[in-house]
């Protein structure tokens, strides 16, 4: 099941939307979820303030029937489900997620201020859910047919290179997987030269580890290794301007005991040029 949340805004609308092509590219039921604050939805009829109660239910249940409506206008059969959960939003999400195969959410929702480049809730859930999380910005129009992955040779980039198979693989998409790399210079001459280009082979190494049989998995996945020099904030945030999906992991190389999302996943959440997932650490993750 694909779960989406909704909090009545343009952002989780389109959220919504994206939800439910994904979940006709994967075959998937799709739920809905609206989180609001507990004591509507639990109080009794005959409650002092029943009629304020009231009132927020259906404000609350409007959102649940506008995200269904965009369904209705998106078409397909998929089957869908919605449901109104008490609670802080990051928290019931993050619980209602135990079960999904992916949770979607904008990047944005009613909250926030211009010029905010993600939302509260977009953040919280990220990193925090066992199941993937796409946060949906800047959809393109019209599919590219590009897939990027960002590869770094960790537990949690192997999660997001299996995630970013199989979505090419749904979507007919070649595959960029990206390892980005830099190191610092020291000196110069011939020496510096010989040492960046051992430096690249090793890199290049890693990359086609970390990709070492999925190929096999997925012969009808056209695969493009690219071993960028650079920042992979800047990278990715680039080759995302190309693609349909990026793909990371949540947490890198860096692994600090107790981080949920590495730096360069949270920068991407700000950052990218396209719809983005994270994928869970092991530690956090089912599988
Ligand atoms: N109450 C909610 N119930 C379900 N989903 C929600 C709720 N609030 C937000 N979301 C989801 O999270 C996405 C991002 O919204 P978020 O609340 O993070 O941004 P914001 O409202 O702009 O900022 P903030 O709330 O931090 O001021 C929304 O597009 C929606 O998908
Ligand atoms: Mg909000």
Not at 134 to 145: C, D, K, L, N, Y
């Amino acid at each position: 099941m694909i779960l989406v949340g909704v909090d009545g805004s343009r952002a989780s609308l389109e959220a919504v939307s994206w939800a439910v092509q994904e979940a006709r590219l994967r075959r998937e039921g799709l739920r809905v979820v609206h989180v609001t604050l507990a004591w509507p939805l639990e109080m009794a009829e005959d409650s002092p303030h029943a009629d304020v109660g009231r009132w927020m239910r259906d404000g609350a249940e409007a959102i649940l029937n506008g995200a269904l409506e965009r369904i209705r206008e998106e078409g397909g059969d998929v089957e869908v489900a919605s449901a109104l959960l008490p609670g802080d939003p990051r928290q019931a999400l993050t619980e209602a997620a135990a079960d999904a195969e992916l949770l979607v959410v904008g990047s944005h929702g009613l909250g926030g201020f211009r010029g905010m480049l993600l939302g509260s809730v977009a953040l919280g859930v990220s990193g925090h859910a066992a199941c993937p999380v796409a946060v949906i910005r800047r959809t393109p129009t019209q599919p590219r047919g590009e897939v990027v992955v960002g590869v770094d040779g960790s537990p949690a980039g192997a999660q997001a290179v299996a995630f970013a198979f199989a979505e090419a693989s749904a979507r007919g998409a070649a595959l960029h997987a990206v390892h980005a790399w830099s190191r610092p210079i020291v000196g110069g001459g011939p020496f510096a030269l010989a040492d960046a280009e051992e430096s690249a082979q090793r890199e290049r190494r890693m990359l086609a580890e970390a990709l070492a049989g999925w190929s096999e998995r997925y012969p009808d996945v056209k695969v493009v290794e690219r071993l960028e020099y650079g920042h992979p904030v800047d990278v990715l945030r680039e080759i995302s301007a190309e693609a349909d999906l990026l793909v990371v992991g949540s947490r890198g190389r860096g692994d600090l005991a107790g981080v949920v999302l590495g730096s360069v996943s949270h920068s991407l959440l700000h950052h990218a040029a396209c719809p983005a997932v994270v994928t869970p650490s092991p530690a956090t993750g089912r599988s």
